[in-house]
C-alpha cells in the first residue's frame, strides 16, 4: 500500500452498503480528500447487505418523525434510480398488506396514516381489489396496496455501489480486519492507518469498534438470524409481495410472502436470537468471547426487559420447522402446502441495538459522532433502501462538524 492509501482523509470501516454509499457521498463532496474503505473479508457482500432480503421498501411503516420515514420513502426513489442508471434489475411488484382478522383493521388505517403523513403512494383497498392484484390473497375487511415496493438482487446492487464507489476515487481495501484505536491510528492485521476521519460502519461489529472511540456507552448490538424458505419452481407463484399488519410495537415485520427480482416465491423471515456475531450455522465462526458476552446481554433480556423477550425468542425459534413457519404464512395466502416449501436460503444475520439502559429494541437509526469519527450504531433495517439518503445525512454530520 502507498502512504496515501493507510493515510486517507476518511476512513470507512465497513463495506456493506451504508459504508459503501457513505464513502461515496464523501468522495462526491471532497473531490481533493484521500476516501477508503475496509473490509474484514476477501470480497464484499459477505454479511448483512450481501445476504438481505432485496425489497425496496416505501415508507409507511414509520412514523413521521423518524429519520427511517424520511430515509425510506427517499431511499426508494433514489435506489431506483441507481439501478435504472446501472441497468440493474428491478421488479416492480408491489405489496400487500392484509389482515388476518378484525382486531387488524385498525392497524391498517394507522399505517395509511403513517403513509399520509410521510409522502408515501398507499392505497385502502378491499378484499375484491385486492385478490383482483393477486388472487390468492386473503384478508378480512380491507387491506393496503404499495406500488412502490419493489424487489432487486441485493449482491448486484452492491457490487455494482462498489464500482460507483470506485469510479468516484474511493480505495477499497478487502481482507483487511480492524483490530484496534491508538489514539489517531487504526490498528489492522495489514498494518496501521492514520486517517484525519473515521466513519465506523462496521454493521455486527460496529458497537465493539465505537466503543474504542468513546462512543456507544449505553447500547449495545445483539444479532437475529433471518431465514427464509423457498418455494419449489412448480409451486403456485405469486404477483405481489403479501405482508401481514405488523406488530408495531418491535421492528420485526412477521412471516411474509417476498417475490424475488426473478420471481421465485419465499416465505420468511425468522428473527433468531444469536449466540455470537456470526453465527450463520450452528457453530460457524464461533467465538468463545462473543458467546459470554451476547449470552450475558440475553439473560438479561429475559430477566427483565419493557418487551417480552422470552416470548418472542420462543416464537422465532418456532419458526425454524418447516410446518410452523410455513402454517404462518398460508394465513396470509391459498394454495399454500408444506411441500412445495422446501429449500431454506442463505441466512442473513440483523444487527439490533439495544438500549441497555432502558432495556429496549431501538427502533429508529442511531448515529453518534465528534469531531474525529462517526459511528453508525443502528443501521436498522430498512437500511438497504434507505442507504444513499442515509450517507448524504452522515456526510452532513460530518461537515457540520468540522
Known amino acids: 500500500m502507498t502512504y496515501s492509501a493507510?493515510?486517507?482523509?476518511f476512513l470507512v470501516i465497513g463495506a456493506g452498503v451504508v459504508g459503501l454509499s457513505i464513502a461515496r457521498e464523501l468522495a462526491a463532496r471532497h473531490p481533493d480528500c484521500r476516501v477508503t474503505v475496509l473490509e474484514k473479508e476477501p470480497d464484499i457482500g459477505a454479511h448483512a447487505s450481501g445476504r438481505n432480503s432485496g425489497v425496496i421498501h416505501a415508507g409507511f411503516y414509520y412514523t413521521?418523525?423518524?429519520?427511517?420515514?424520511?430515509f425510506t420513502r427517499d431511499g426508494n426513489r433514489a435506489l431506483k434510480e441507481f439501478c435504472a442508471r446501472r441497468k440493474l434489475r428491478i421488479r416492480n411488484c408491489g405489496k400487500l398488506v392484509v389482515a388476518k382478522n378484525e382486531e387488524e383493521v385498525p392497524v391498517l388505517d394507522t399505517l395509511l396514516e403513517r403513509g399520509r403523513k410521510?409522502?408515501?403512494e398507499l392505497s385502502r383497498v378491499t378484499p375484491r381489489q385486492a385478490r383482483a392484484i393477486e388472487p390468492r390473497v386473503?384478508?378480512?375487511?380491507?387491506?393496503?396496496?404499495?406500488?412502490?415496493?419493489?424487489?432487486?438482487?441485493?449482491?448486484?446492487?452492491?457490487?455494482?455501489?462498489?464500482?460507483?464507489?470506485?469510479?468516484a476515487g474511493v480505495a477499497i481495501h478487502a481482507g483487511v480486519r480492524y483490530q484496534g484505536r491508538d489514539g489517531?491510528?487504526?490498528r489492522t492485521d495489514k498494518g496501521v492507518y492514520t486517517p484525519g476521519y473515521v466513519v465506523n460502519a462496521a454493521g455486527l461489529h460496529a458497537d465493539t469498534i465505537a466503543k474504542d472511540f468513546g462512543?456507544?456507552?449505553r447500547y449495545h448490538l445483539l444479532p437475529f438470524k433471518g431465514l427464509y424458505l423457498y418455494a419449489s419452481p412448480d409451486?403456485?407463484?405469486?404477483?405481489?409481495?403479501?405482508?401481514p399488519v405488523p406488530n408495531l410495537a418491535n421492528p420485526f415485520l412477521g412471516v411474509h410472502f417476498t417475490v424475488t427480482v426473478d420471481g421465485k416465491v419465499k416465505i420468511g423471515p425468522t428473527a433468531i436470537p444469536c449466540f455470537w456475531r456470526e453465527q450463520y450455522g450452528w457453530l460457524e465462526n464461533f467465538d468463545f468471547g462473543e458467546l459470554r458476552e451476547i449470552v450475558g446481554r440475553e439473560i438479561a433480556l429475559f430477566a427483565g426487559a419493557d418487551f417480552d423477550f422470552r416470548r418472542l425468542a420462543v416464537e422465532e425459534l418456532r419458526k425454524q420447522f418447516r410446518p410452523h413457519i410455513v402454517g404462518l404464512a398460508a394465513e396470509l395466502v391459498t394454495g399454500v402446502r408444506v411441500a412445495d416449501y422446501r429449500k431454506w436460503g442463505r441466512p442473513g444475520i440483523r444487527a439490533q441495538l439495544v438500549d441497555a439502559?432502558?432495556?429496549?429494541?431501538?427502533?429508529?437509526?442511531?448515529?453518534?459522532?465528534?469531531?474525529?469519527s462517526l459511528h453508525v450504531l443502528n443501521a436498522v433495517s430498512p437500511a438497504f433502501t434507505c442507504s444513499i439518503p442515509f450517507a448524504r445525512h452522515v456526510a452532513d454530520l460530518i461537515d457540520g462538524a468540522a
Not at 64 to 70: C, E, G, N
Not at 147 to 167: C, G
Open 138 to 167: 386473503k384478508t378480512c375487511g380491507a387491506a393496503l396496496f404499495s406500488p412502490t415496493t419493489a424487489s432487486i438482487d441485493p449482491l448486484e446492487v452492491l457490487r455494482a455501489m462498489a464500482d460507483a464507489a470506485r469510479e
Open 6 to 9: 493507510t493515510n486517507p482523509d
Open 235 to 243: 409451486a403456485p407463484q405469486l404477483a405481489t409481495n403479501v405482508y
Open 184 to 186: 489517531a491510528t487504526v
Open 64 to 70: 413521521s418523525d423518524s429519520l427511517k420515514a424520511r
Open 118 to 120: 410521510n409522502g408515501v
Open 357 to 372: 439502559k432502558k432495556r429496549r429494541l431501538v427502533m429508529d437509526f442511531v448515529i453518534e459522532h465528534g469531531s474525529r
Open 215 to 217: 462512543f456507544s456507552k
